[in-house]
């Protein structure tokens, strides 16, 4: 997405993810169910951020506002919509903050399998499709007219990260779900400088900083989310280096 | 593909976005070995023209004629193409391939020959490693006509190919798109709002203009009359120096 100049879709199913989350637990006050059921929560937030996804996959600049538009609309309201589901939450509503800036220390094993699934699934079709999602992220126009579905592998890449977003926004929470698909990508691509290198060196970069933020989080008795959201703004900072020595 | 077969026709069409339509009536057909120019003022719609015609924007009426399925080689405006990208040269080129390929397969041994043909052959072939966003305009130009020769079609289909280019670049892209037309009888159809650039290559021409809604099409030596240039444009035009291309039984072809 940073390549795409998209960066802001994540941001977008981020919130949206987060809406679904409130709407479900609203809804399950709303029938008084005792016990939170997490499967269910986390299937709306599937179903609000895969919807959101091919929404976002099909916005096309219009003539009148640009396609950035409707992925800054798309953020405001759900995140708006967000806040003011929360408010009306009874028994959950301190639960907000952890839903946006996420705790890491008491995820579910099972929220972590499912979560370690979907990733490797969504691993897994953009290693088999890479030469079809990198030519239509490239240059959509020329698939078109080579007669390639240049809209359905759009869709097939914002499927993607429409089902990856949910499971980790519920783990670490919807800022640092965001940095993820950001910061490691934009270290990289400062730091390699071909397509395969550069999305390993990006993977690397994102479990690497995953691992000490989280290890940091508890010597020094800092805010999981944001710290690791720190340590993988540092790793900006060594590409940024060598982009300044070589001129 | 035989000689003169008809590729791929308009036949009475309407094209447009969405439900607006730009231009209607036109009527278009490219045979192999043609080398069409289609020509007009910025927004005029030949970028759209071109879209119906390769199937990429469907008509609003009318129809799109396409008696066999048709390999077609594509280069989009340079602007269009982002060198933000991390990509050689080479990589660039390998995305021809795309139609030819079932989705997950890897690039064989021979696509990658193919390939590098094709860069050789537009004379890029010792920049294949060479990051994209490096190259000069007309390198890229080169890379990205390399990558349309790499899908072996039988429509090259080039929008606004020498936007951007100093005149010795632009001469060097057309010369090239000649030699491709002559020696392998590759179907040529280019966008331009350059009309004297076009009217030297090209042997017919389609003059678009959706503000007038004008479509025109015919050979590039009745169009470049002067009474059909001023009956064009409205007034008297003048295109100084240009010898239109001659049509392509004349030049030998089969």
Known sequence: MVLRRTVFVSAALTQLSTLGLVAAIAVEERLGVEVERAGVQLA???????????????????????????VGIAWVIAGALAVLGASQLVHAAHDLGSMVFGSAVAVPTSELAFLAAVALGCAAVHALF?????????????????????????????????????PAARAIGALPTFAFLTLPAAAALLLAARLPRIFAVAAGLGAASAAIGYGLSWTAQLPTGATMVAVAGLALVPGAALRLLRG | MSAGALLVALRGATVGYGRRPLLGGVELSV????????????????????????????????????????????????????????????????????RLLRPGRRLGLADRETVREALARVGVGELADRPFRELSGGERQRTLIARALA????????????????????????????????????????????????????????????????????????????????????????????????????????
């Open chain 1, 44 to 70: 709306v937030a599937v179903a609000f951020s895969v919807a959101g996804a091919l929404l976002l996959s099909r916005l096309q600049a219009g003539r009148r506002l640009p396609s950035e538009a409707g």
């Open chain 2, 151 to 254: 899908a072996e079609p039988a429509l090259l289909a080039l929008d606004e190919p020498t936007n951007g280019m100093d005149p010795a670049g632009e001469e060097d892209v057309l010369e090239l798109l000649d030699t491709l037309n002559r020696e392998r009888g590759l179907a040529v159809v280019m966008v331009s709002h350059r009309l004297d650039v076009v009217a030297r290559h090209a042997a017919a021409l389609c003059y678009v203009d959706q503000a007038r809604g004008l479509v025109r099409t015919g050979p590039a030596d009745e169009m470049l009359e002067p009474e059909a240039l001023a009956a064009l444009f409205g007034r008297p035009v003048r295109l100084g120096g240009v010898v239109p291309a001659a049509a392509p039984a004349a030049r030998g072809r089969p």
């Open chain 2, 31 to 98: 045979r192999a070995g043609d080398f069409l120019g289609i020509v007009g003022p910025n927004g005029g719609g030949k970028t759209t023209v071109l879209r119906a015609l390769l199937g990429a924007l469907e008509p609003l009426a009318g129809r799109r004629e396409l008696p066999a399925p048709l390999a077609v080689g594509y280069v989009p405006q340079r602007d269009l193409v982002d060198p933000i990208w991390p990509l050689t040269a080479e990589e660039v080129a390998r995305m021809g391939r795309a």
């Open chain 1, 130 to 166: 890479v030469r079809e999602l990198v030519l239509v992220s490239f240059d959509a126009e020329t698939a078109r007219a080579m007669g390639i579905r240049a809209g359905g592998w759009n869709a097939v890449l914002f499927l993607t990260l429409g089902l990856a977003i949910p």
